[in-house]
């Protein structure tokens, strides 16, 4: 008898520990985007080798990608309103996960002397934002650059031209046409390195362009020393809320009132504040962290996105449909320049 209640006890072990393998086991080739968690600015930002002491946070909102797995299928499907399943090349745009990595870490870099270049703007204190070129943060298959164009290389000029952004560049190509050969500079570590390539058509607006995904790559000066200490967080969506942390500490000012206050956003060069991907997730995340107030932007979707996309909405339409399905108390605030938050804030009763 005792034999056999071992032999029962063991098989129902094995049965458990076989159910439990396959729930987890990750699916090949798809991930699910989830609601990441919050993160508290204060003791990631120093000020004059200061850190903020004033009541209350601001965070940051992450999306969380996991390998797909049965348990989190199931979950997906049935239980959240917040988790999407996706392919896991269409997220890495091609790239290994190291150079996608690698490619957050760039842009946020960017982002983080923007949010200090605002800050210290707004707070009358003289900055020198020096432009040195581009990242190359991806390469696209049909591109006339992909194999001679690598991740983490910086583009210096476009035909012997040089830009003070991107978006300079940009609009560059796109006064150009298609099939125009054009002649690139850029440093790969200490080599400086020249190559040519034909424009091809981006999309079905026929907008000409080099097929090679970019991020600002500057440097930046200020009179009191910034120092931002990001950690393991990539991408550009913490513009906005990296803006608020500084200048918050600049200006000596109690923007936030002792309250726990979230948002995404990407901070630009002009002081608007940029549209991101994910903002329902985001918002669920603030939500379940127990935030007062979110910050989003109030972004103008532009007709080439709607004939792509005729569902898109702004990711104010977006936060504020997130947040009725959870019913939340949280206040959603769109912004459409730093000046947005900041004003909404200075106006904020304790």
Same mark, same amino acid.
């Given at each position: 008898m005792k034999k056999l209640f071992k032999n029962r006890f063991l098989r129902l072990g094995l049965f458990m520990l076989a159910i439990f393998v396959i729930l987890n086991v990750p699916i090949p080739h798809y991930l699910v985007e989830t609601p990441g968690g919050v993160i508290n600015l204060r003791p990631l930002v120093m000020v004059d080798g200061k850190e903020d002491m004033q009541k209350g946070s601001f965070y940051l909102t992450a999306v969380a990608s996991k390998k797909l797995s049965l348990q989190r299928l199931i979950h997906a499907k049935f239980f959240s309103d917040f988790e999407v399943i996706q392919k896991e090349k269409e997220v890495l745009q091609g790239m290994k996960s190291e150079e996608y990595w690698r490619m957050l870490k760039y842009v946020l870099d960017s982002s983080e002397n923007l949010a200090i270049d605002q800050a210290a703007k707004l707070a009358g204190i003289p900055t020198t934002l020096n432009f040195k070129g581009v990242y190359v943060v991806n390469v696209e298959k049909k591109s006339n650059f992909y194999g001679k164009?690598?991740?983490g290389?910086?583009?210096?000029?476009?035909?012997?031209?040089?830009?003070?952004?991107s978006k300079e560049i940009v609009d560059y190509v796109r006064s150009q046409k298609i099939g125009k050969s054009v002649k690139l500079?850029?440093?790969?570590g200490n080599q400086k390195i020249e190559v040519s390539g034909k424009l091809i058509q981006m999309d079905k607006s026929k907008t000409p362009g080099i097929g090679v995904g970019i991020s600002d790559y500057t440097t930046i000066e200020t009179?009191?020393?910034?120092?931002?200490?990001?950690?393991e967080v990539g991408?550009?969506?913490?513009?906005?809320?990296?803006?608020l942390q500084i200048y918050q500490m600049l200006s000596g000012k109690d923007l936030r009132h002792g309250k726990a206050i979230a948002g995404t956003g990407t901070m630009e060069k002009d002081?608007?504040?940029?549209? *991101?991907?994910?903002?329902? #997730? !985001?918002v669920a995340a603030a939500n379940a962290s127990g935030v007062e107030i979110f910050f989003t932007p109030d972004d103008k *979707?532009?007709?080439?996105? #709607? !004939?792509?996309?005729?569902?898109?909405?702004?990711?104010?339409?977006?936060?504020?449909?997130?947040?009725?399905?959870?019913?939340?108390?949280? #206040?959603?605030?769109p912004v459409k320049k730093i000046k947005d938050a900041v004003n909404y804030l200075e106006n904020l009763k304790s």
């Open positions: 164009l690598s991740i290389d910086k583009i210096t000029n476009i035909d012997d031209k040089f830009f003070d952004s500079a850029f440093e790969r009179k009191i020393p910034i120092k931002i200490n990001a950690g991408g550009p969506s913490g513009g906005l809320m990296f803006t002081g608007s504040v940029g549209r *991101i991907g994910g903002i329902d #997730k !985001k *979707i532009l007709p080439e996105w #709607k !004939k792509k996309d005729p569902t898109l909405v702004s990711n104010y339409k977006e936060a504020k449909r997130a947040a009725k399905k959870l019913g939340t108390k949280m #206040k959603i605030v």
